[in-house]
C-alpha cells in the first residue's frame, strides 16, 4: 500500500494540515497510521465529509491523549523526545518506565505506538496517581461526576463559576488531606485541572492545592471518549504512588526509562517545583542523577527532561557538569507558566540520553552534510573496453564511410556506397550518437522513422536525412577526418551515461565491502539479491504486505539474517536531483511503515550523495520513520556490526 503525508493530503484535499491530523485522530481516515510524529495516509484515501458541526465520537480511538493539561507536559516537546526512543522499541526494547508520570504524554505516545510487553508508572503525587488508577478501575463513575461539574460550570456566568471553583478547591482539599481514595477526588481533581491557571499543579506547605482560577471560556471537563480510551489502554499497566527510585526492581537491560523531574529554576522567582510541599532542589537533582547513571549502567535505556540553566546564566554549567558521561541535546521549547505575557516565549530545554548508540539522535541536517560528492573510482568515468568493443563491431563499415570525407559529390558518393555496401548504414545512428536502430524526424514536409537496419526508404529519402542532419556537411567540409576516431568520441559520451549505473553497483560494493568487514559471511549470514519470495521460503516469514499479497515482486539487494533477525537492505547513491529520488524516498517509506507490524523482519536502507540535497524534504520524512536510514559515514564508524552483532 502506497501512503503520503497529511501535508501531501493537506494539499491534495484543500484543507489545512491540522484538519488533516484531527481527522486521523479520530479515526476518519482508514488505514492512516501514526509513524514517530508524522501521520501517513493511504493514497487511495478520500477526504471525509465535513461533520463539524456534530462533535464526533470516535468507537475505539488507537491515539490516546492526556487526561490533564498539565504544567511543564511534553505535548510540544514530544517530537524531539521520539528522536531519542532507543532503536528496538517494542521488540526488542519491550518494557517502558515512566517516573515522575505527571500528565503523561510521552506514556500516551508509546501506549498509543508501541506494544509493550509491561509497562510502569509512578508519581509522589498521590493524587495524581489516584487519577489514574480511577481511571483504569472506575471510569464510569469518574466521568458521571465530571458531567455533573461540567453541567454546572459551563452554563454558569462569572461569579457563579467563581464561587463553584473555589468550593470544589475546597472540597478537594479536605478530601486529599483526609487521605480519601474516592473517584470525586479523581473527579474534582479533573475539574480544577481544567479551570485552574494555566493547568497548574501546586500546594502549600500544609499540602492544599492553591492554585487560583483561570479564565477559560469554554474549558473541557469531561472529555468522555479519551477517557474510555485512557482506561482501556491502562489495563494493564503497574500505576505506583512513590518515590522514583522505586522503580528500580522494575527497570533491567530491556527497559526504556523517561524521566520528566520537577525542573530546576531558571530564575529565584520561577519556583514552580513545589507540585508536593517537599519541593525538589539541587540536591534531589543530584541524586536523581546519580540513579540515572545507575540504570544506564546496568543497561537499561534512559532519557531525561530538564531545565537549561544557561537561559538565564551562560556560565551556569549544573547539568553539563551532572550529565557529564551522557549525551546533552538542547532542544526548544515554549514556556507558558507565567502570568505575565512578556514571561512567556522560546527558551532551551534539556533532553539527556544514555547510549548513544542505541539510539536515534542523529540530527537530519547534520546527517545530510556528510553526504559524499562521490564514490567513484577509476573505473568508473569510462569503461574503455566497452568504448572499443562497440567501436570494433563497425569499424569496417567506419573505413568504408571514410571514402566520403572531402568528397565534391557527396549525394552520389553516398548513394554508391551504400548501394554497394547497404551495411554501412547501420553505422549512422552511431554518428548522431543515438542507440538503436531506428531514428524519428518530423517536419512540414511529414514524419519519418528511418531504419537504419533495414531500410524502409529510398535512397532519395536517407540523402536527405543525411543532409538536414549534418553529417554530410561534416564528412563534405573535412570537418572530420576519420570516421573510426570520431565514433570512439562518441562512444565514449554515450558510455558516460552509464555512470549512473556504474554508481549504483560502486555503492553495492562498498556495501558488501562493509558487511564483510563487520565480519559477515556471503551465502551463510548475508545473501546477495533475494526477492520477497525467497526470504520467505528460507526464513518463514509472512512477508505479503510487503508483496501486496503476492502481486508485486520485489527483490532486495541483501539480506542479512542475524540470530533474532532478517534485514532487507536497499542500496543506491545519487550524485545528481531528478523525480526518481523523490520516488525512491516515498517507496522505502512506505515499506518502512509496512514492515514496522513484521515480527523478526527490519528494513535497512543505505543511500548517499549530494544529489539528495534536491531532495531533501522526501528524504527527511523516511529519515523521521526508518530506524535504520543510513550513509557511508555511517558505514565508516562501524554502524553494521553494531546493529548486526
Same mark, same amino acid.
Given at each position: ?34 509513524? /514517530? ?17 456534530? #462533535? ?5 480511538? =488507537? ?123 479523581? =473527579? ?30 469554554? %474549558? ?48 529565584? !522567582? ?13 540536591? +534531589? ?23 537549561? %540553566? ?13 550529565? =557529564? ?15 505575565? /505575557? ?92 543515438? #542507440? /538503436? ?38 564528412? +563534405? ?14 562512444? !565514449? ?58 502481486? !508485486?515482486?520485489? #527483490? ?58 534536491? =531532495? ?19 558505514? +565508516? ?9
Amino acid at each position: 500500500m502506497d501512503f503520503i503525508t497529511a501535508k501531501e493530503a493537506a494539499t491534495l484535499w484543500g484543507v489545512s494540515q491540522r484538519r488533516v491530523a484531527i481527522l486521523c485522530a479520530e479515526e476518519r481516515i482508514n488505514g492512516a497510521q501514526l509513524v /514517530g510524529n508524522m501521520w501517513l495516509i493511504p493514497k487511495t484515501s478520500y477526504k471525509p465529509n465535513d461533520a463539524r458541526s456534530v #462533535r464526533f465520537q470516535p468507537k475505539s480511538p =488507537a491515539v490516546v491523549k492526556p487526561f490533564l493539561k498539565w504544567a511543564g507536559g511534553k505535548a510540544q516537546a514530544l517530537g524531539s523526545i521520539r528522536m531519542k526512543y532507543p532503536a528496538g522499541l517494542e521488540k526488542k526494547i519491550y518494557k517502558y518506565a515512566e517516573p515522575f508520570v505527571g500528565g503523561g504524554a510521552v506514556l500516551f505516545d508509546i501506549l498509543s505506538n508501541y506494544s509493550m510487553s509491561e509497562i510502569y508508572i509512578s508519581d509522589i503525587n498521590r493524587e495524581l496517581m489516584l487519577a489514574y488508577l480511577t481511571i483504569r478501575d472506575n471510569v464510569n463513575e469518574l466521568i458521571t461526576c465530571l458531567k455533573s461539574f461540567e453541567d454546572t460550570y459551563l452554563p454558569a456566568d462569572e461569579q457563579e463559576r467563581k464561587d463553584f471553583y473555589y468550593c470544589s478547591r475546597a472540597r478537594f482539599n479536605d478530601l486529599k488531606l483526609s487521605k480519601s481514595d474516592s473517584p470525586e477526588l479523581s =473527579a474534582l481533581l479533573i475539574l480544577l485541572n481544567r479551570t485552574c491557571f494555566n493547568g497548574l499543579y501546586r500546594v502549600n506547605s500544609r499540602g492544599e492545592f492553591n492554585v487560583p482560577q483561570g479564565t477559560y471560556k469554554n %474549558p473541557c471537563i469531561c472529555d468522555e471518549d479519551n477517557l474510555y480510551a485512557v482506561s482501556r489502554k491502562l489495563q494493564d499497566v503497574q500505576i505506583i504512588c512513590g518515590d522514583y527510585t522505586e522503580s528500580r526492581e522494575f527497570i533491567d537491560e530491556n527497559t526504556f526509562v523517561y524521566f520528566d523531574p520537577p525542573y530546576r529554576p531558571l530564575t529565584a !522567582t520561577s519556583r514552580f517545583t513545589a507540585y508536593t510541599q517537599d519541593g525538589f532542589g539541587d540536591k +534531589e537533582q543530584i541524586e536523581l542523577a546519580r540513579f540515572i547513571d545507575e540504570i544506564s549502567e546496568c543497561g537499561a535505556y534512559a532519557v531525561a527532561s530538564n531545565s537549561d %540553566p544557561r537561559n538565564a546564566d551562560q556560565n551556569d554549567s549544573f547539568f553539563d557538569d551532572l550529565y =557529564a558521561k551522557h549525551h546533552i541535546f538542547r532542544i526548544s521549547a515554549a514556556r507558558n507558566i507565567n502570568s505575565a /505575557g512578556n514571561g512567556r516565549g522560546r527558551i532551551n530545554e534539556l533532553l539527556i540520553a544514555s547510549n548513544e548508540r542505541s539510539f536515534h539522535m542523529r540530527d537530519f541536517n547534520k546527517w545530510l552534510k556528510k553526504f559524499k560528492a562521490s564514490i567513484s573510482d577509476y573505473s568508473y568515468y569510462v569503461d574503455f573496453d566497452k568504448v572499443h568493443k562497440n567501436v570494433d563491431a563497425i569499424r569496417i563499415e567506419l573505413n568504408i564511410l571514410n571514402s566520403l570525407i572531402g568528397s565534391k559529390s557527396i549525394e552520389d558518393d553516398f548513394e554508391r556506397v551504400v548501394l554497394k555496401y547497404p551495411e554501412t548504414l547501420k553505422c549512422v545512428p552511431t554518428l548522431l550518437a543515438v #542507440r /538503436g536502430r531506428e531514428i524519428y524526424a518530423i517536419n512540414s514536409e511529414g514524419e519519418f522513422t528511418y531504419n537504419f537496419r533495414n531500410a524502409n526508404y529510398n535512397i532519395e529519402q536517407y540523402k536527405i536525412f543525411m543532409q538536414k542532419t549534418g553529417l554530410f556537411d561534416l564528412m +563534405e567540409n573535412h570537418i572530420l577526418s576519420n570516421l573510426v576516431d570520431y565514433v570512439t568520441g562518441v562512444e !565514449t559520451g554515450l558510455d558516460s551515461n552509464g555512470r549512473k549505473n556504474r554508481g549504483g553497483h560502486l555503492m553495492e560494493n562498498l556495501v558488501e565491502s562493509y558487511l564483510c568487514k563487520a565480519g559477515l559471511i556471503k551465502d551463510e549470514t548475508y545473501f546477495k539479491e533475494m526477492s520477497i519470495g525467497d526470504i520467505e521460503a528460507r526464513w518463514g516469514i509472512d512477508l505479503s504486505v510487503l508483496s501486496n499479497q503476492g502481486k !508485486t515482486v520485489k #527483490r532486495f539487494d541483501f539480506v542479512v539474517k542475524t540470530a533474532n533477525e532478517v534485514f532487507s537492505i536497499e542500496t543506491n547513491f545519487y550524485t545528481g536531483g531528478g523525480s526518481k529520488l523523490n520516488e525512491t524516498a516515498g517507496s522505502y517509506k512506505n515499506i518502512a511503515v509496512e514492515a514496522k507490524g513484521i515480527k523478526d523482519f527490519e528494513f535497512m536502507w543505505l543511500t548517499d550523495g549530494r544529489g539528495w540535497t534536491s =531532495a531533501r524534504n522526501n528524504l527527511e520524512e523516511t529519515f523521521d520513520v526508518l530506524t535504520h536510514l543510513y550513509c557511508i559515514d555511517d558505514l +565508516e564508524n562501524g554502524v553494521l556490526g553494531r546493529v548486526f552483532l
